[in-house]
Each structure stands twice: as structure tokens, then as C-alpha cells.
């Protein structure tokens, strides 16, 4: 059996997270805000609870993260159906700052997945799934805020 997928794993990761952080920043972002610009994109209008579970983190540290892009102006609540909790949704700012973030984000992924095989491509897409859902499977306390921040 192969050792090392740790090691291996967060060295990329804090590159990675490193390298986006650094081209988000121009725009006044970190890779944390993205993310839920990203998924409130994909996903459409979204609960605080609902953008937390998919990262697999407390609501608080949703809340926080949305309330910083509020004071940026990229994302504003609305009333959902539950008066008791509102949706969030991207501003017209928050368009444009998604368009022009995705762009330089996917020129990122490019560059940094040149000289790799469609075959190795394939299976990184598929193998990083399943890890995942092994790593929830397990279940336990894990830090969850540290996670979503780096």
C-alpha cells in the first residue's frame, strides 16, 4: 500500500489555497468568501444552512463569511418562504465579481494541470469524490471552521 496521501494531500492544498488566495485578492476576496460565491452561483438562492452543509460547516462560520460579502456589496439577503430565515443571493456586483474570478480561476486550473494526462485528469476527477465521501463516512468531530478557512 502507498503512504503519504497526507503529506502529499496538504502540500497541494496549501498551495493551492496559497496561489487562490493571491489572485483573489486583487478583487478583495480570500478562497473562504469565494466559496460561497461559487455556491451560491451554482446552487441559486441559498440558505445560511444549506451553503454549511454542503461545506460540512457550522452555520456561525457561514454567517460570518456572509456578512463579509454583504459589506462588499456581492452578496444580499432576501426573505425566503420561512420568514424565519432568509436566502442569500449574488448582487449584480457579485455577478460581475463571479464572471471575472471564475475566468482567472479557471485560467489557474489550466496552468496548473498542464502536462498532466487525460487519463491522470480522469482519475483524480474521480478518485477525489469518493475520498470525500470516505473522509464524511468516518463521521466524528473534526475541526470544521479550521477546514473551511484554509
Known sequence: MVQGFFRHYFSLHRA???K???????YGLSY???????YVK??????LVDIAHFYN???PVITRTVQNLEEKGIIRQIPGADKREKLVELTEAGEQIYKICRKLIDELEDEIMKNIS???????????PQIR????????????????MD
Open 32 to 38: 473562504s468568501l469565494w466559496t460561497v460565491i461559487f
Open 20 to 26: 487562490l488566495n493571491e489572485l483573489l485578492a486583487e
Open 57 to 59: 460547516v457550522k452555520k
Open 16 to 18: 493551492l489555497i496559497s
Open 133 to 148: 465521501a470516505n473522509v464524511l463516512a468516518i463521521g466524528g468531530n473534526n475541526n470544521e471552521e479550521q477546514q473551511f
Open 42 to 47: 451554482t446552487h441559486g438562492s441559498s440558505t
Open 118 to 128: 487525460e487519463e491522470e485528469k480522469a482519475a483524480i476527477f474521480e478518485s477525489l
